[in-house]
């Protein structure tokens, strides 16, 4: 069982920067993809960021250059640097843990943290 919990989150003027972190229990945590994922209201909640546990990293394209996934395993910590923020990144942000290799979809998620509310103000 891994417990996540996300914190960082708040509002932001258009422009500004957030970090946003995520805290895993359990002590297998280098061995999960670690995922970020968004939704807004209305919207499908969809994968922001990715990072397994060999280095590589995912972004959704709509993030690329101005968000940076990165992981400490000593400290079972996640995090989610947020740069150059616009309103359209408005939304609940999740933190997610996965078993699996293939993890683009929420549905390959195991591990699902309480969400942290980002509201980017124009």
């Known amino acids: 069982q891994v417990q996540l919990v996300e914190s960082g989150g708040g509002l932001v003027q258009a422009g500004g920067s957030l970090r946003l972190s995520c805290a895993a229990s359990?002590?297998?945590?280098?061995?999960?993809?670690m995922g970020w994922f968004r939704q807004a209201p209305g919207k499908e909640r969809e994968l922001v960021a990715a990072?397994?546990?060999?280095?590589?990293?995912y972004y959704t394209d709509s993030v690329k250059g101005r968000f940076t996934i990165s992981r400490d395993n000593a400290k079972n910590t996640v995090y989610l640097q947020m740069n150059s923020l616009k309103p359209e990144d408005t939304a609940v942000y999740y933190c997610a843990a996965s078993r699996s290799y293939s993890a683009y979809s929420p549905g390959t998620y195991d591990y699902w943290g309480q969400g942290t509310q980002v509201t980017v103000s124009s």
């Open positions: 990072s397994w546990s060999g280095g590589r990293t």
């Open positions: 359990g002590r297998t945590f280098s061995s999960y993809t």
